[in-house]
């Protein structure tokens, strides 16, 4: 069955402290995953895609396909950082199911001052 | 450009009756995905269209959720009758390339509450 696995529900961290959101999927194939970002009365926008490699607001993901994850990762967190970000992976290649994206529970990031 | 474009932004309704959600997507987009998240679920997958055709509607949960996009613009999604389970944030996103590679344009959600 597919799965995707966010540990940690809430993630507490000082400003200017590293941060590591994780994720990890159960999927067969090549899955494509993706991180969302939800702030504070916003819509769910998109933050990086594992395709890309890009580096987005400061926060990188590596996708690991022997462990299974894709963990979020920011050196420095900044208050403005504070969100739910939520992995998403979808099935990958084109045709039938392989669009839709199943997201995980969300954690919850709060950077403090 | 414009974003996606969800109507009502809140809902509130009593078991029994009907509501109906509207989704406009990005100019151009042909696909087109409902999601819901439950209180205290994940964010799930309903159905997707391509155009106006249903590419994959796994998702539903039952015959009283109908969705509809006639000429393959804005979509409606139908609850009929609403019961109280069906309460949440229902979202609509679109995305303009096959594969979605590119990844989804969230719109603001509707939230429903079944009372």
């Known amino acids: 069955a597919q799965r995707v696995t966010q540990p940690e529900k809430l993630l507490s961290v000082f400003k200017g402290a590293p941060v590591e959101l994780k994720c990890n999927y159960s999927y067969s194939g090549s899955p494509e995953l993706f991180w969302y970002v939800q702030y504070s009365r916003q819509r769910l926008q998109l933050l990086l895609r594992h395709i890309s490699r890009e580096s987005i607001k400061g926060f990188t993901a590596d996708l690991n396909k022997g462990e299974t994850s894709f963990h979020l990762k920011k050196p420095f967190a900044q208050e403005e950082d504070s969100a739910m970000y939520y992995c998403a992976p979808r099935k990958g290649g084109s045709g039938g199911s392989n669009y839709k994206l199943t997201f995980g529970k969300g954690t919850l990031l709060t950077v403090n001052p | 450009e414009a974003g996606v474009t969800q109507f009502p932004s809140h809902s509130v309704i009593e078991k029994g009756q009907t509501v109906t959600l509207r989704c406009d997507p990005i100019?151009?987009?042909?696909?087109l995905y409902w999601y819901r998240r439950v209180m205290g679920k994940e964010i799930k997958f309903l159905l997707h269209f391509v155009k106006e055709s249903k590419q994959d509607e796994s998702g539903m949960p039952n015959n009283r959720f109908l969705a509809e996009r006639t000429g393959g613009t804005y979509s409606t999604l139908k609850v009929q009758p609403a019961e109280l389970e069906d309460s949440g944030v229902y979202f609509c996103?679109?995305?303009?390339?096959?594969?979605?590679?590119?990844?989804?344009?969230f719109g603001s959600g509707t939230r429903l509450t079944v009372v």
């Open positions: 996103a679109s995305s303009p390339h096959t594969t979605g590679a590119y990844g989804y344009t």
């Open positions: 100019s151009g987009h042909d696909n």
